[in-house]
């Protein structure tokens, strides 16, 4: 049997770190080809490399009945009017769903299905919890001033597909607008 350190794990909803397991750093540079807006980008990124999110992941066991999960934490900001977002992606194995649990900060799971490539938005904060059905591809978008924190939690066997949709970068992206977050096709004007 798992042991109490595997079987327990403390997180910190305003920072987003488990005790004890590294973190991922996504950076502003690992971000090329996610933002509509390609010329703010260049131009963000030849000013600065920022960070804009961390994933720690736990990942015990990869039986098929067996659960993963990761906390994430996605810095507020924009490139363009465009907020600050997670690559996205697929699951690899395409059935595989996934549940997201908001902790703090104010964000939004953008979601395109795969079949239709229709677009969905739903919010991502705390006392709020998003389904993510599966061959559904899933982006994180932190839409307030704080840094948005959040749980995923997904079968083990899920993997990540993030080729797939990189190629489109998702038919909608989320923009800033008199203040509000409004979802918009790419191409389209607020
Ligand atoms: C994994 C789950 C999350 C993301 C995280 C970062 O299935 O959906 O843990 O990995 O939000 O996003 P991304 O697109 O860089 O993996
Ligand atoms: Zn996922």
């Avoid at 109490?4 to 950076?27: C, K, N, W």
């Amino acid at each position: 049997m798992l042991n109490v350190e595997q079987l327990l794990s403390r997180f910190d909803p305003q920072t987003g770190e488990i005790a004890g397991v590294p973190a991922v750093e996504r950076h502003l540079s690992d971000l090329r080809g996610c933002f509509a807006d390609a010329a703010a980008y260049e131009q963000a990124l030849a000013v600065d490399n920022p960070l804009v999110y961390t994933v720690a992941s736990v990942a015990l066991a990869g039986g098929a009945g067996d659960l993963n999960y990761a906390v994430g934490r996605l810095m507020p900001g924009c490139i363009g009017n465009e907020f600050y977002l997670t690559k996205g992606h697929f699951h690899a194995w395409r059935d595989a769903a996934e549940i997201y649990l908001g902790l703090s900060g104010d964000g939004l799971m953008l979601l395109e299905d795969e079949m239709t490539g229709e677009s969905r938005v739903v919010p991502l904060r705390p006392h709020h919890v998003a389904y993510v059905p599966g061959h559904t591809a899933h982006r994180t978008v932190n839409v307030g001033p704080e840094p948005l924190i959040y749980i995923g939690v997904y079968p083990a066997r899920a993997g990540h597909d993030y080729d797939a949709i990189a190629r489109t970068n998702f038919r909608h992206l989320v923009v800033e607008h008199d203040g509000q977050p409004v979802l918009i096709p790419k191409q389209g004007k607020v």
